[in-house]
């Protein structure tokens, strides 16, 4: 994935997640969890949670006013279910997954959260979504088309 499609999908999908967080309650900073599928010294990886971030701060949302719970799944899949799990029980407004792998153990995890995927290889097959044109269900995201 390109890093511009990355920064245009990540800021779109994160524009409104604060939104409704803020609907049901106010009094609360927006929590997102975040499950990256590699290590945290890859740095294909930081680049990709720089760039989310710096999405997030243009839309207006820092450390100040949102809460980002970041994780690091590697390719390890019961590090990624511990990790989809313990996402999951803080409560996130949204969680970002990262991967298949990570995004079947988010799923797992929870019906009701939602799921944001990138770099997910084909989400209709892996039963993620329904359909892409409306995937319907907690989980949406972006992937790249077949054969791309």
């Not at 609907?23 to 969890?33: E, F, N, S, T, Y």
């Not at 999951?88 to 969680?95: E, F």
Request: charged share 20%; aromatic share 6%.
């Amino acid at each position: 994935m390109r890093r511009r499609d990355l920064l245009t999908m990540l800021g779109g999908a994160a524009a409104t997640w604060p939104l409704a967080a803020r609907a049901k309650q106010p009094d609360r900073i927006p929590l997102i969890g975040v499950l990256m599928g590699y290590a945290q010294s890859d740095p294909a990886a930081q680049s990709q949670v720089a760039a989310f971030r710096s999405a997030l701060t243009k839309l207006g949302w820092t450390e100040g006013n949102l809460r980002i719970e970041l994780r690091w799944g590697a390719t390890d899949a019961d590090s990624n279910r511990t990790l989809a799990k313990e996402l999951v029980d803080l409560q996130p407004d949204a969680i970002l997954g990262q991967t298949t792998p990570v995004i079947g153990a988010l799923t797992r995890e929870t019906r009701t959260v939602p799921i944001v995927f990138v770099n997910v290889a084909d989400p209709l097959a892996s039963g993620f979504v329904t359909s892409i044109a409306r995937p319907s269900g907690n989980v949406t995201g972006f992937a790249r088309p077949i054969g791309v």
